[in-house]
């Protein structure tokens, strides 16, 4: 079965870090870009990172430029995003989704996500 | 950086046909991709590309894209179809390639 699992979410005070991880089974994980999306509690979806195949490309969201580090590693079909200096309204579910391969720009396996809440 | 404009509601009659339009610069470039959300889940990829459904998705939901407009149609909507549905696009406007959503439009069934 294709999936993908995301983990390490939790609360964390407002200034601190959390590393959220997401593991995927049943592809070839090392041909698939990946990307992190979030969506605040009772609002819409927000595209976060997105991480390249071999890593050599990289893109964020302006919300979270110079924040947020995504980073993956293929054998142990694994993404990763670091988040640092955090702020109230980086509280949400984030969500790993798989993005499809060529130029068809869709995300097509998604996990069932990992709350992250930023609170004092 | 570029949006995407949905309708946040809209309603149907159950065996009807709704359509759900998104509206945005970047699908002049990239075509819309689309997907439900049920409450307390996950989203699913229903529509990409031109008018592609993944495997698994009923033949009744269909897209379009022309212009700067794309269209989500379900036609002949059952009870189960009631979600929030949210369109996507990769944008290449400002400084580096990226990807928005919509604001999600939610979809009643009655």
């Known amino acids: 079965e294709v999936q993908v699992v995301e983990s390490g979410g939790g609360l964390v005070q407002p200034g601190g870090s959390l590393r959220l991880s997401c593991v995927a089974s049943?592809?070839?994980?090392?041909?698939?870009?990946m990307n992190w999306v979030r969506q605040a509690p009772g609002k819409g979806l927000e595209w976060v990172s997105y991480i390249s195949s071999s890593s050599s490309t990289i893109y964020y969201a302006d919300s979270v430029k110079g924040r947020f580090t995504i980073s993956r590693d293929n054998a142990k079909n694994s993404v990763y995003l670091q988040m640092s200096s955090l702020r109230v309204e980086d509280t949400a579910v984030y969500y790993c989704?798989?993005?499809?391969?060529?130029?068809?720009?869709?995300?097509?396996?998604w996990g069932q996500g990992t709350m992250a809440t930023v609170s004092s | 950086s570029s949006e995407l404009t949905q309708d946040p509601a809209v309603s149907v009659a159950l065996g009807q046909t709704v359509r759900i339009t998104c509206q945005g610069d970047?699908?002049?470039?990239?075509?819309a991709s689309w997907y439900q959300q049920k409450p307390g889940q996950a989203p699913v990829l229903v529509i990409y590309?031109?008018?592609n459904r993944p495997s698994g998705i009923p033949d009744r939901f269909s897209g379009s894209s022309p212009g700067n407009t794309a269209s989500l149609t379900i036609t002949g909507a059952q009870a189960e179809d009631e979600a929030d549905y949210y369109c996507n696009s990769r944008d290449t406007s400002g400084n580096h390639p990226h990807w928005v959503f919509g604001g999600g439009t939610k979809l009643t069934v009655l």
């Open positions: 970047s699908l002049r470039n990239y075509y």
């Open positions: 049943g592809f070839t994980f090392s041909t698939y870009s």
């Open positions: 989704a798989r993005g499809m391969t060529g130029p068809l720009d869709a995300f097509d396996v």
């Open positions: 590309g031109k008018n």
